[in-house]
T-cell receptor, first 113, second 110 residues
Framework: KAGVTQTPRYLIKTRGQQVTLSCSPI?????VSWYQQTPGQGLQFLFE???????NKGNFPGRFSGRQFSNSRSEMNVSTLELGDSALYLC????????????FGAGTRLSVL | DAKTTQPPSMDCAEGRAANLPCNHS???????VYWYRQIHSQGPQYIIH???NNETNEMASLIITEDRKSSTLTLPHATLRDTAVYYC???????????FGAGTTVTVRA
């Protein structure tokens, strides 16, 4: 069974630009969560989608948005990039059941110059 | 989610068992113990989870004390590829997000 796939793996952008990251969950998983990981702040929750609906949201500004498609694939968009948005962005999928075990992708390393 | 305490680092010899402790004295009755690890610059990897019974899978074993205030993750035969940061997390299954603490940096030496 294929794991969680995130594309692209690496991205370099400049301040003010926008970026879209993609996540393909494990087949059969309906929940997709997005996290930002930085050395200073650690792992921070962005949002979770389940069956195309945002079910939970973390404490990030509105520049961070996402969506989920009918095939459970998800995208995350960051507009008006800031230097502080440089981070590893991780996607995790789960069945969305009671165990809620989250399986992570390899991440997208975003560098904002 | 209950707070967890882990040693910041530990070394282990290749081929030997690695025993990683975790304290979670404020754990609630419905909270599970989850273990993840993260190899440098990769996504976190799920290892194992448990409620109160000992659990074993192909990667590791998890022993939770009877009072559930602490647990130990055991990697039975550590390899160099097991070098990673290991995170112990306590949360209710319905919890929608994961929060990692500082974790334990495990270095397996040849």
């Amino acid at each position: 069974k294929a794991g969680v796939t995130q594309t692209p793996r690496y991205l370099i952008k400049t301040r003010g630009q926008q970026v879209t990251l993609s996540c393909s969950p494990i087949s059969g998983h309906r929940s997709v969560s997005w996290y930002q990981q930085t050395p200073g702040q650690g792992l921070q929750f962005l949002f979770e989608y389940f069956s195309e609906t945002q079910r939970n949201k973390g404490n990030f500004p509105g520049r961070f948005s996402g969506r989920q498609f009918s095939n459970s694939r998800s995208e995350m968009n960051v507009s008006t990039l800031e230097l502080g948005d440089s981070a590893l962005y991780l996607c995790a999928s789960s069945l969305g059941d009671a165990k809620n075990i989250q399986y992570f992708g390899a991440g997208t390393r975003l560098s904002v110059l | 989610d209950a707070k967890t305490t882990q040693p910041p680092s530990m070394d282990c010899a290749e081929g030997r068992a690695a025993n990683l402790p975790c304290n979670h004295s404020t754990i609630s009755g419905n909270e599970y113990v989850y273990w993840y690890r993260q190899i440098h610059s990769q996504g976190p990897q799920y290892i194992i989870h448990g409620l109160k019974n000992n659990e074993t899978n192909e990667m590791a074993s998890l022993i939770i004390t009877e009072d559930r205030k602490s647990s130990t993750l055991t990697l039975p035969h550590a390899t160099l590829r097991d070098t990673a940061v290991y995170y112990c997390i306590v949360r209710a299954p319905a919890g929608y997000k994961l929060s990692f603490g500082a974790g334990t940096t495990v270095t397996v030496r040849a």
